[in-house]
């Protein structure tokens, strides 16, 4: 773009401008070919060899594009395309390219992609923008090899501390700061997102939605307003093992029965909620299991489920007077164990809204949409403004190897993340 070209022509000029469709897409199926699985699928976990050369792929892509490389602390990977004015911090965009064990070609490498995409678009088109831009690659986002998920952005953001994250450990008992430097990959970069770092004056992330919404409603964008928060507990039901045959039904302290209840009544609680809420139980254990004795102990899962601080209280106060009246029915003992929560997420306005114009502008048909999963984004949105777009993914199915998502679909989340970056950066 010409230094004395009149503003508003050059506003002309940067509404028409759009990704390379077939670049992004002919990149994921490379990607996907590192760790490739027979059924189509990607396996790639954190900090793996295949982890190394999944990781050099992008890095080399990202140097041909004239990016400059940083790596931090704990492996994060920062490729940043110089702006006009040094002194403004960076637009961000990127995602995660490890993978679950069995898992598919587009959940998070989309999003790290797309960003390259957006750099190589500029640059063929010669595009400068005011602040500087960066492709982010966060470490360990699946959480599978080693715990906690979102590891990398947790870190970035101060919500982990690095020798924590060094300290790690697989299930053979490899540590993340050794494989990190066994893999080449434990940088010197300061945490960006502390006090004091380089920070992000914006966050986008693409993503697949991993969910059925915007398929079911013939949607290409959704534009993520936030991510909801989550409840998890063990809930233990406490009763007394008794033969099947001379109890009598009244005289039973049956904790099979309780967790029966209980199932039935986090159902009800979610549905209480809806559309917002969500209740899941995914693990019961009965004590002692036997088909003739009536179960003396029996233990769940609990995983509620809201976007909003207030609705995740009242499922929590609905769950511990279920407890309670469950308890008191049966004459067993319920107790209710929080184990973990994430505060729901409600992403920047701000940036929610550049993804929303950008869809408006490029003609695409788009909705609101709040996030069911983690993703990096919720951490960075914790430091940074932070915004996500989603695409449809085929059957809302992800974490899976038959995971697949339109060419079209991709193409537009690729374009809705240009316009965005672009009406931010310059
Ligand atoms: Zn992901």
């Not at 932070?386 to 339109?406: L, Q, W, Y």
Request: hydrophobic share 45%; glycine share 14%; proline share 5%.
């Amino acid at each position: 773009m010409g230094k004395n070209e009149p503003k508003a022509l050059a506003a002309a000029r940067l509404a028409t401008l759009r990704i390379d469709g077939d670049r992004l897409w002919r990149a994921l199926m490379d990607l996907a070919k590192i760790g490739a699985t027979e059924k189509g699928g990607v396996r790639r976990l954190a900090l793996t060899d295949l982890d190394r050369a999944g990781r050099d792929l992008v890095v080399g892509w990202c140097r041909d594009a004239g990016l400059a490389i940083r790596i931090d602390r704990v492996g994060n990977i920062f490729a940043r395309r110089a702006g006009r004015d040094a002194r403004r911090r960076a637009v961000a965009a990127g995602s995660h390219v490890d993978t679950q064990p069995s898992g598919g070609k587009f959940d998070g490498n989309f999003g790290v992609l797309a960003a390259l995409e957006v750099m190589r678009t500029l640059n063929d088109h010669g595009v400068e923008t005011s602040a500087p831009l960066e492709v982010a690659i966060w470490t360990n986002e699946e959480g599978t090899r080693f715990t906690p998920v979102m590891m990398g952005s947790g870190a970035w953001a101060g919500i982990y501390g690095v020798d924590f994250i060094h300290a790690q450990r697989d299930s053979e008992g490899k540590t993340v700061g050794g494989e990190l430097a066994r893999i080449g990959y434990g940088g010197d970069a300061p945490m960006g997102g502390t006090a004091g770092g380089p920070g992000f004056d914006a966050y986008f992330e693409a993503h697949i939605e991993q969910g059925p919404v915007l398929e079911a409603n013939g949607l290409p964008i959704g534009v993520v307003v936030g991510a909801l928060g989550q409840n998890w507990y063990d809930v233990a039901l406490e009763g007394m093992d008794a033969h099947a045959g001379p109890t009598p039904m009244a005289l039973r302290r049956d904790a099979a029965l309780g967790a029966a209840r209980l199932i039935e009544a986090v159902n009800r609680i979610a549905l209480a909620e809806a559309p917002d809420g969500r209740g899941t139980v995914g693990m019961v254990a009965l004590k002692p299991n036997s088909r003739n004795v009536i179960p003396g102990f029996a233990q769940l899962s609990v995983d509620f489920r809201h976007p909003a601080a207030d609705g995740l209280a009242r499922m929590d106060a609905a769950l511990r007077a279920v407890a309670a009246d469950i308890g008191e029915r049966g004459g067993i003992g319920v107790t209710v164990k929080p184990l973990v929560a994430f505060a729901p997420c409600v992403f920047d306005a701000g940036c929610a809204g550049l993804v929303r114009n950008a869809a408006r502008e490029l003609g695409l048909p788009h909705m609101d949409i709040v996030s069911g999963a983690g993703h990096d984004a919720v951490y960075v949105a914790s430091v940074a403004p932070a915004a996500m777009i989603f695409v449809p993914c085929k059957d809302g199915i992800s974490h899976n190897e038959t995971e697949d998502a339109r060419p079209e679909h991709i193409t537009a989340g690729g374009n809705v993340l240009l316009h965005a970056m672009l009406a931010r950066a310059r």
